[in-house]
């Protein structure tokens, strides 16, 4: 029969180890999960107040804020693509739905749809000039990025749209919290989108589809995987949860606004990259996304907790991606040096 | 035996001893957020935080500018939050949006921390009433842009055209301005006021973006420009171009370079908000509130016109980085 | 027609392929029996890929007819031919180095479970499929589906390619270049596939440069030049210098 591994290779020919000690080093959102621990042990210890309801609700509105279009960039990478055009879509799309709705006397779900569909459009064309042009997908959504920040600033002037009503879709939306708690309800469609794309991901043929675009096109390809297609959703879906990102802060917060010069671009690809999204493509994990988010909402209120300024938090997430990057990796080297075998 | 006990009643002690006095210390020590929509990497904001920091050191206070990188309503709201969570002796916030800051202001109010308003109060009329009560500390906004009008109108003909820069329409306070100039203008000597928005994030992208504007309108009698960025870029062109005497500069805000423009006749004026006092007075009221149970007041941190005459005299507040 | 029915699995006869003024492939003949292990051999710029894209359904001919187990056929594309139980071991294997082996087994072709709109990935039997599959191979040092094709070292990558072309084709099995990137013992490894997939009545086409290897496994060999068929021998007739001195040029024989 067939001989071992020559050189020994990194596995050599011994079998995998199943001590619990072991099977930690299987879990593939290690590198978030320990920076998580340690940031939060951190700033547990510097504020008492860091684990009240009060402070929960400031974290988990900007989990959610990072967290739901830092998702749907994270597929998109896995998918092996792109999309800068994020934070132009989270601010045009609630301004549509604001203006139509509010300005407009439209029906709320007729401007809810409108807007969402908008998002969708601006992801085909993401998507379909990317595969037909054959430009990175960078550049293609970098451009998207600036015209549509134009078309946003264009659309009021400059000039907030606000809405003062009562409204039942609003609440939904995530005006709404649970009890006396100041945690929003938006962490429900935060949990709820996590929990859908996890088990696409995972569980679907779609989903290992969209591995595979990732990890090798062309290889891809050559099986009868429709890449293009499978490309051209992720951009779709990048831009919805974007879009969505946005809504959900019309609804907590009862304003849209055309933002400037947000990161949100970047801070959605250090949410993917932190939960273990590969650059390249063909990697990544939405329980890593999401806990990158909370861990990024960790950060942002445990240093007002502390009485850091702010401004030290781009400083901070800079050292996190740096952190939770090289603990991946030495994760999993040690991880294949024990043996042990990752579920996919 | 009795060493162990010796050790341990002494680590008793200091532990004690310290906790005691933490404890002691953040009884006395009052903690204020000062939350505005952008931060020190904007000329503005730098100054508003260091008269904060000031004000802080001055009165022995725990006072804390407070914001995102400029300039996302959504971030400065989260921030708020947990500014409120945090559950402070005072909180000042720059009011830029009708909506997306009331319910954080308002849970504050709830929990009986004392909450103003500084530097912005974009109300509209459906704004919270509770809200539009709060006290003020700074400019009036829509006015000052008349008093910029009223400083230029005496080196403009009927039917000039200005150009108002601004370079961040994202904070409603630029748009205001350029409105309250236009509307001035505009009834005044019927004058043509267009807003340029120059967002550029360097220099030298600024320069060619009212470059740009200038080609096209080769009759522009006076650029307004609305921080001392675009200001200095202003100054720039007008030099660069050789316009001085055809061309009229005036803006808000001061800077060393802006100061020094002032200085040589090329920028008329600059209508400083005096940032620096903003966020000084800012501190200063709701210490008097904490502190001695003072109701907030209403503090018009007044507009300094800063021109030739009086630039000598402002230098060396400029060269503190208290001129904002 | 069963594998039994027939006697030739692919026949082509005078087959031509043009690409615009260039003539890639002119007049050929081929055939593939169940069970045969035919290597293609020739020179850079013979013909041998066009021939195998052809017969693979990436080209259609520009001439010539082609019998598929005993009946008249025309690939309308890759996927027809892939359908018709036809498999292809491209150069670069068609594997995906970060993802794991059983989706890179069952890629494009996953088992599921369950119905409408909820249909999952079948795991279970995908992993164990795989595992059966690739101890049939050989491939026994594999503790895992799960492990990253990347673990994989060259010969195990192309066993494992080879592995699912067999479980997937069930007919013809075409390796291009299969062995130019391995070690000696490496190779060894692709020849006791290629003879496990024989074994199971497959017809396996190699195109291959290293004629000692081919000489070693292949039942019968064809030699190509400049688009045509040079010469069809049986290895017993030849030694595997003759097979060299004609791929060469030198048609002494």
Known sequence: ?344 | MRLRGLLTATTMAVLGGTAGSDFASAQEKPKFYVNFIGGPEIQFFAVVKRGVEDAGKDLGVEAIYSAPKCCDINLQAQLLKSNVAANPSGIAVEFNDPKALSKQILDALDAKIPVILVNTQNFTEESDPRIKALAYVGQDEFHSGAKVGAGLLPMLQKGARVVCQNPGPAQIVQTVRCDGLKKFLEEKIGATVDTLVNTASTPAQGLAVLDGYMRSHPDTAAVVSLNPETGTIACQWVEKNDKQGKVFLGGYDISPAVLDCIKRGITSFSLVQQAYAQGYLSVVNLNLKVKYGMTPSNIDTGTLLVNKDNAAEFQPIVDSGRGG | MTAAEFDRIFSLRGVTMNFGNVVAIQDVVFEVAPGEIVGLVGDNGAGKSTLVKIMNGFYSPSRGKMEFRGEPVAFASPRAARNAGIETVYQDLALIPALSIWRNFFLGRELKVGGWPLRFLDKKRMRRVTMENLREMGLTRLRSPDEPVDILSGGERQALAIARARYFGGTLLLLDEPTSALSVKETEKVSEAVQIARNSGLGVVIIDHNIAHVHRICDRIVIMESGRILKSVRREDVTAEHVADLVAGRHAL
């Open chain 1, 1 to 344: 029969m067939l001989s071992g591994h020559e050189n020994g290779g990194p596995f050599g020919a011994e079998p995998a180890r199943s001590s619990p000690f072991a099977k930690v080093f299987a879990i593939q959102e290690l590198g978030v999960l320990v920076a998580g621990l340690i940031i939060a042990a951190a700033f547990a210890y510097q504020s008492p107040q860091f684990f009240t309801a009060g402070s929960a609700g400031s974290i988990l509105a900007s989990a959610v804020q990072f967290g739901v279009v830092g998702l749907g960039v994270t597929v998109l990478m896995i998918a092996g693509e792109f999309d800068i055009s994020v934070a132009s879509v989270y601010s045009l799309c609630p301004m549509i739905m604001a203006s139509l709705w509010v300005t407009h006397g439209l029906n709320v779900f007729v401007a809810l749809a409108l807007s969402l569909l908008l998002a969708i459009a601006i992801g085909l064309i993401n998507g379909l000039a990317t595969l037909l042009l054959n430009i990175p997908s960078f550049i293609v959504t970098l451009a998207t990025a600036l015209f549509w920040a134009g078309v946003s600033l264009n659309l009021t002037g400059g000039y907030p749209i606000s809405f003062f009503g009562k409204s039942a879709v609003m609440q939904w939306l995530g005006a709404a919290e649970f009890g006396k708690s100041h945690i929003s309800v938006s962490v429900l469609w935060l949990l709820a989108i996590a929990i859908v794309l996890s088990v696409v991901l995972r569980m679907t043929t779609t989903g290992n589809w969209i591995f595979a675009s990732g990890g090798d096109g062309r290889a891809a390809r050559a099986m009868g995987v429709p890449v293009g297609r499978v490309k051209v959703a992720c951009f779709v879906l990048s831009s919805l949860l974007a879009a969505v990102t946005g809504i959900i802060q019309f609804g907590s917060f009862g304003s849209a606004t055309p933002t400037q010069g947000s990161d949100l671009a970047l801070t959605a690809i250090v949410v993917a990259v932190v939960g273990g999204a590969s650059l390249l493509g063909g990697r990544g994990s939405i329980i890593g996304a999401l806990l990158a988010a909370i861990v990024l909402g960790m950060s942002y209120t445990g240093l007002v907790l502390s009485g850091v300024s702010t401004t030290w938090f781009q400083s901070f997430v800079g050292f996190l991606l740096l952190f939770a990057v090289i603990v991946n990796l030495r994760t999993a080297g040690i991880g294949a040096r024990l043996g042990v075998i990752r579920k996919s």
